[in-house]
Nanobody, 127 residues
Framework: QLQLVESGGGLVQPGGSLRLSCAPS????????IGWFRQAPGKEREGVSCISSSEGSTYYADSVKGRFTISRDHAKNTVYLQMTSLKPEDTAVYYC????????????????????WGQGTQVTVSS
């Protein structure tokens, strides 16, 4: 079964940083769009940052622009989400996902477009 595994979550103080990692089990992330999504208690899942299969396009939610950076390491078959200047409102379970199809920019961070999902990693921002 094709799976994604997230790591790097934890408890951090406001203003701190974390780097989340997303690695697949049983397949390559090459040629796939990759997205980071999050879901806070009582809220709907939202797209945080996504990168197209060609890496020609990236998307960031307005709430994280300038603070989060998505990147790929092809050699390690891993995608990262570098999070800086973290705020309490960033507290959520963060999921990575992969899409088989090439996605247009306006669909790049739409969760319904993604085929494979990880189990999630908890990020808590609190003093």
């Amino acid at each position: 079964q094709l799976q994604l595994v997230e790591s790097g979550g934890g408890l951090v103080q406001p203003g701190g940083s974390l780097r989340l990692s997303c690695a697949p089990s049983g397949f390559t992330l090459d040629y796939k769009a990759i997205g980071w999504f999050r879901q806070a208690p009582g809220k709907e899942r939202e797209g945080v940052s996504c990168i197209s299969s060609s890496e020609g396009s990236t998307y960031y939610a307005d709430s994280v622009k300038g603070r989060f950076t998505i990147s790929r390491d092809h050699a390690k078959n891993t995608v990262y989400l570098q999070m800086t200047s973290l705020k309490p409102e960033d507290t959520a379970v963060y999921y990575c996902a992969a899409a088989e199809n090439e996605l247009r920019l306006f669909r790049l961070c739409v969760s319904e477009e993604y085929d494979y999902w990880g189990q999630g990693t908890q990020v808590t921002v609190s003093s």
